[in-house]
């Protein structure tokens, strides 16, 4: 049986104003400067991911523009199609707040490298493990319509994590244990009843400088 092979981008870094804030699911713009100096990061990706791919982003803008820039480095155009529920976790009120209120406002104890608890849940907003529940549908439901494809997933970190989380079985908490890189590649896959992770964060391999 032929795997339904899984390949999860994260977008590209965001504006440094968007950064200073708990941005979730807010339609943020993409760095300038950043979009410049990752080329070799877009053209990295428009080498490695597979060809010919079924390609979905979210309803975020920064998702599409990330998937526009590894076609102008290389990639074949492709149709993009929109899925909301791989969106970024929902943060409710919390939106827009600095980083440094957010410590107050917590009902649990912080996760230990992440803002706040995967069973956290922010006023109008919602847990990681209900991410988790969206993103498991979004991916059994994909895996069904298009056995036997490549599909390539330009998404957010909080989208991945939950992705890896449901085919590892994860906790929201053993979740956010993850660190998932803007620009790198994670991929999964679906055999039969099964999945596998093939690999997180694939990024491409920069020498070091002299002298390092």
Request: charged letters at 20%.
């Amino acid at each position: 049986m032929t795997p339904t092979r899984f390949f999860l981008v994260r977008h590209a870094l965001v504006e440094p104003s968007a950064r200073a804030v708990l941005y979730g699911s807010m339609d943020v713009a993409l760095c300038d400067l950043a979009l410049q100096q990752e080329a070799a990061a877009y053209r990295w990706l428009a080498r490695r991911l597979p060809q010919p791919a079924r390609w979905f982003v979210t309803t975020l803008s920064r998702t599409r523009f990330t998937a526009a820039a590894i076609f102008a480095a290389g990639y074949p155009e492709s149709a993009l199609e929109a899925e909301p529920d791989l969106i970024e976790q929902h943060l409710g009120d919390w939106q827009g707040i600095p980083h440094e209120a957010l410590p107050a406002l917590l009902s649990r104890p912080a996760h230990p490298f992440w803002p706040h608890a995967g069973e956290e849940e922010p006023p109008g907003g919602e847990t990681f493990r209900q991410v988790q529940a969206r993103v498991a549908g979004v991916l059994e439901r994909m895996a069904t319509l298009l056995e036997g494809q490549d599909v390539v997933i330009v998404a957010h970190g909080g989208s991945i994590r939950a992705s890896l989380a449901h085919a590892m079985g994860l906790t929201p908490d053993q979740a956010l244990t993850f660190s998932i890189k803007n620009l790198s590649l994670t991929r999964i896959e679906k055999h039969g009843a099964d999945w596998r992770v093939a690999a997180v964060n694939e990024e491409p391999w920069t020498p070091p400088a002299l002298g390092d």
